[in-house]
C-alpha cells in the first residue's frame, strides 16, 4: 500500500490533536507515516502510533528553534526523499502552510491548503475546500506531482487504529537557506488552561459589544461553564480588550466546533469566514437586525450583559 | 545607494459581494467589483514607511491579473507608491499558486529588488502560502507575517506572532517580507495622491516579457485541478427569541436539548 507522509504538529513531544485528525484522513489513502521534528520527537512515537502511524521518522537539532521554517522543510524534503509517499498532509497552520508550500515547489507539486476533508480518487487524492468565507464547497486535487495538502483542524474524527509506529532517525542536511531568518527572541504565549482555539469542541466569542477589557470575564465565565475557548471579534482585539491570538475571522483563527456562541458580535463577512463552517451556531446580540442571525441555529435577541450572566449560571445550576 | 521595494497586490472580488465561480471553475470577475485586497494595503503601508525612514528609497507595486486589476495599482499609487508593473496576459486566466509564484519571481527579479512585501493572504484564494513560495523561488530568506517591521542597514528585523509563541525574526537583504493587519492601519489616498497617481508611469508585461511559456501557467498548465464547486446551501432559519428576562435560561434550554449541557 503507498505510503502518506504526515507532518506532526507537537509542543514538546505532546502532539496537537489536529495531527491525529490528519493520521485518520492519511489511513484513507494510504498507510501513514510520520514525520516529527525538534525537542521531544521521539516521545510522539507512541500516540502516533496509537492512531496508525507505521513508522515515525525523527529529527532534532538547533536549527530547527534557531532559523524559521526552511531548516523544517528541508527535514521534510528529507523524509519525502527517503519515502517516496503517494502524498504529503500537513497541518493548516500558518507555519504548517508555509512548511508545506516550500516543499511544494522543491518538489515541483501542486498544493491544496485548508482542506475540510479528504478522500481517495480514480486520480488521486480528493479534497474538499470551503471557499468565500464558506459560501462555497470545492473538490479539488493535485494534478502535477506528488499531492501537498493542509488540512483544517476539526476536519475528522481522531480514530484509535495501533499500527507499530517504529521510530527511524531521519538524516538531515540543511540549505544554504536553512539559516537565513534567524529567531533571535521568542516569547511563548502563556496558558490560560482553556482548550486551544482551533481544537475546541465550544467556542464562545465577544466582540464590540462587550464594550470593554473588563467585561470580558462574562465571556470568560461563559466559557468556562461549557469547558469551552475564549474567542473575539477584530474590534474587540483592536480595541485591546482580548489578545489578537483569540481573535476569530480571515485574518484571525479559523474555527469549526460543534458550538459557537457569539455574543456582542454584528457577523461582519470577515468574522463569519473565521466560523461559519461551525456545527451549531448561537448569537446574543441586542439588534435585531444584525447579520449574524442569519447564521443562527438560535439567537437571542438582548443585552449580553443581562442574558450571558443568566446563561453562565443556569448551565452551572444544571451541571450541578 | 536606493533601496528598491517591490510589492506585490493582488486584484480581488470584493468580499461584501457575491462572489461566485464561473462555469470553467474560476473565480467571476465580471459581476462583483474588483479592488486592491485590503490585506495588501498593509503590504503598502509598511513599504511606504520603510521607504520614509531610507534614505533614498523606491517602491514599484506589481501585480498578475487581468485588464481591470490596473485599479489595485492605481489605488497603491496613489496611497504612495511611485511606479507600477502590470502583467497581464490572456494565456494566464485560471493560474494556480505555484504558477502565480512563478510568474511573479521571474518579473520581480526582472524589476530588480532588495526587499520584497506581500500581503498575509489574498481575501479570495486566502491561501496565504504564496509568500513563503516566492522567497523559495527567489532563493531569498522569508521574513513572513510580521505585525512589526523594521529595515535597517540592510537588515530586515521584524515580529511574527505565531500559534505558540511571538517570536523575533532577523535577516540579511535581499528578503521577503510578508505582513499581518496587525502591522499598523493602512493610509487613505490623499487627494494629490489620487491626482499624482495618474501621472506615475505603469508598465505591463506578458508572458513573453518574463520568457514564461503559456503552458507552465493558466487552467491547463496548473498544478491542481478543481473538479466541482457547489455554493453551501443556506442555513435553514433558527429559532430567534426576544429576552423578555428569561433569555439565558431560554438559550440554556436549546443548549441542552443539542446535548451540550
Ligand atoms: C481585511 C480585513 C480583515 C478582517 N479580519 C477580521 C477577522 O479576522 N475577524 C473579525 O472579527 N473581523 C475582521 N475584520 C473586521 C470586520 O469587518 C468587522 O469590523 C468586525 O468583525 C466587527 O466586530 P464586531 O462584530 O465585534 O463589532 P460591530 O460590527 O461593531 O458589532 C458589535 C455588535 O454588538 C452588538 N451589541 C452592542 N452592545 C450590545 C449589548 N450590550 N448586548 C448585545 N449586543 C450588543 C451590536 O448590536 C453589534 O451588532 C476584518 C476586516 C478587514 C477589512
Ligand atoms: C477559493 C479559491 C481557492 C483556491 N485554491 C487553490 C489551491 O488549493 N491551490 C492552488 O494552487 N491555487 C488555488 N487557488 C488559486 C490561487 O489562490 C491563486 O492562483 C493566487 O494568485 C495565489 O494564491 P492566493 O491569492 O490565495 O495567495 P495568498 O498566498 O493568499 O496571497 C498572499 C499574498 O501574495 C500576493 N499575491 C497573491 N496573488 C497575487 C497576484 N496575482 N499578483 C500579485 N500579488 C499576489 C499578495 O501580496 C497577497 O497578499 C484558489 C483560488 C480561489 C479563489
Known amino acids: 500500500m503507498a505510503e502518506v507522509l504526515v507532518y506532526v504538529d507537537h509542543v514538546d513531544g505532546a502532539v496537537r490533536k489536529p495531527t491525529l485528525e490528519l493520521l485518520t484522513l492519511a489511513r484513507r489513502i494510504g498507510e501513514p507515516v510520520a514525520v516529527a521534528l525538534g525537542a521531544g520527537a521521539d516521545a510522539t512515537a507512541a500516540v502516533l502510533a496509537e492512531h496508525g502511524a507505521v513508522k515515525v521518522l525523527t529529527a532534532d537539532a538547533p536549527e530547527f528553534t534557531e532559523y524559521l521554517v526552511v531548516p523544517k522543510v528541508d527535514a521534510l524534503q528529507a523524509a519525502y526523499e527517503a519515502v517516496s509517499p503517494a502524498a504529503v498532509l500537513v497541518p493548516s497552520s500558518a507555519e504548517g502552510k508555509e512548511i508545506a508550500a516550500r516543499l511544494a515547489v522543491r518538489i515541483g507539486s501542486g498544493i491544496i491548503t485548508d482542506a475540510v476533508d479528504l478522500e481517495a480518487g480514480d486520480e488521486g487524492p480528493v479534497a474538499t475546500q470551503s471557499a468565500f468565507a464558506a459560501s462555497f464547497t470545492t473538490k479539488s486535487r493535485v494534478s502535477k506531482g506528488t499531492p501537498v495538502i493542509t488540512v483544517k483542524p476539526n476536519s475528522a474524527p481522531v480514530e484509535a487504529a495501533p499500527a507499530a509506529g517504529a521510530v527511524e532517525a531521519l538524516a538531515v542536511t540543511f540549505g544554504a537557506l536553512a539559516t537565513g531568518t534567524k529567531v533571535t527572541g521568542r516569547t511563548p504565549r502563556e496558558s490560560t ?23 470580558f470575564h462574562l465571556i470568560e465565565a461563559l466559557a468556562d461553564s461549557l469547558g469551552a475557548a475564549v474567542g473575539a471579534s477584530r474590534a474587540a482585539v483592536d480595541a485591546g480588550w482580548y489578545p489578537h491570538s483569540n481573535q476569530v475571522g480571515q485574518t484571525g483563527k479559523s474555527v469549526s466546533p460543534q458550538l459557537y456562541i457569539a455574543s456582542g458580535i454584528s457577523g461582519a463577512i470577515q468574522h463569519r469566514a473565521g466560523m461559519q463552517t461551525s456545527k451549531t451556531i448561537v448569537a446574543i446580540n441586542k439588534d435585531a437586525e444584525a447579520p ?7 439567537g437571542v435577541v438582548g443585552d449580553l450583559f443581562a442574558v450571558v450572566p443568566q446563561l453562565t449560571d443556569e448551565i452551572k445550576a444544571r451541571k450541578g | 545607494m536606493s533601496l528598491r521595494i517591490v510589492v506585490c497586490v493582488k486584484y480581488v472580488p470584493d468580499a461584501t459581494g457575491d462572489r461566485q465561480f464561473t462555469e470553467d471553475l474560476t473565480v467571476n470577475r465580471d459581476d462583483v467589483d474588483g479592488l486592491l485586497s485590503e490585506l495588501d494595503e498593509y503590504a503598502v503601508e509598511q513599504a511606504l514607511q520603510i521607504a520614509d525612514e531610507a534614505d533614498d528609497a523606491e517602491i514599484t507595486v506589481l501585480t498578475v491579473g487581468p485588464e481591470d486589476a490596473k485599479d489595485a495599482l492605481r489605488k497603491a499609487l496613489s496611497m504612495g507608491a511611485d511606479k507600477a508593473i502590470h502583467v497581464e496576459d490572456d494565456d494566464l486566466h485560471g493560474t494556480d499558486v505555484m504558477g502565480t509564484s512563478l510568474v511573479l519571481a521571474k518579473a520581480i527579479e526582472k524589476a530588480g529588488y532588495d526587499l520584497v512585501i506581500t500581503g498575509m493572504a489574498s481575501t479570495d484564494g486566502t491561501m496565504g502560502v504564496l509568500p513563503a513560495i516566492l522567497a523559495e523561488r527567489l532563493g531569498v530568506p522569508q521574513v513572513t507575517l510580521l505585525s512589526e517591521v523594521k529595515v535597517e542597514d540592510g537588515t530586515v528585523t521584524g515580529r511574527r506572532d505565531g500559534d505558540t509563541a511571538s517570536e523575533q525574526l532577523e535577516a540579511s537583504l535581499p528578503a521577503l517580507v510578508s505582513v499581518t493587519d496587525q502591522s499598523g492601519e493602512a493610509r487613505y489616498p490623499s487627494f494629490k495622491g489620487i491626482m499624482a497617481a495618474k501621472k506615475k508611469p505603469v508598465e505591463s508585461w506578458d508572458l513573453e516579457d518574463l520568457e514564461i511559456e503559456a503552458d507552465e501557467v493558466g487552467l491547463e498548465g496548473s498544478w491542481t ?14 429559532t430567534i427569541v426576544k429576552d423578555e428576562g428569561e433569555g439565558g435560561k431560554q438559550l440554556a434550554e436549546f443548549l441542552a436539548g443539542q446535548k451540550f449541557i
Do not use: H, M
Open chain 2, 225 to 238: 485541478k478543481v473538479d466541482s464547486a457547489a455554493q453551501r446551501p443556506a442555513r435553514t432559519a433558527g
Open chain 1, 193 to 215: 488552561g482553556r482548550p486551544e482555539l482551533t481544537e475546541a469542541a465550544i467556542v464562545v466569542s465577544g466582540g464590540r459589544g462587550v464594550n470593554g477589557a473588563e467585561n
Open chain 1, 292 to 298: 449574524i442571525f442569519d447564521l443562527v441555529d438560535y
